[in-house]
């Protein structure tokens, strides 16, 4: 009897180990990207780069922006532990002015809110083009 209750114990005590639920985590690189002093209609596109450092593939289900000027792209798959991934922000240069953006990143990880930002300037053409 006393056998089988340690037997039952190691076995409870093994179960409680397995049972430990895996989980995912973002890591960024930077939170923030700045554009610096950019011409008008240049380049707008940019990379957040991220690590799951956790113990769980790590899904992004949604990207957003805090306006329609800025088009964030997430990736489509889950990123595997140790892996690494990308998060495209697309901004409209057409727009001459400061750069203050927000864009919010929700996925399965263990902090499932991440708020990215970029920042900078677009400064108007030559000849006010």
Known sequence: MKNLAIVLFISL???????QEKVAKIEFT????DYGEIE???????????????TAPLIISKVS?????TIPKKPEGPIM????????VKYDTNRPGPIRKAITVLSNAD??????????NVKEGVNGK
Request: glycine share 16%; with cysteine; proline share 4%.
């Open 13 to 19: 005590m093994t179960l409680g180990i397995q049972a």
């Open 81 to 88: 532990p140790g892996e690494t991934g990308e998060i495209q």
């Open 65 to 69: 922006s805090s306006c329609g000027c």
């Open 30 to 33: 930077s939170d923030t990207v």
């Open 40 to 54: 008008k209609g240049s380049d707008g596109v940019r990379v957040f780069e991220f690590k799951n450092t956790g």
């Open 111 to 120: 902090t499932p809110t991440t708020i990215l930002k970029i920042k900078g």
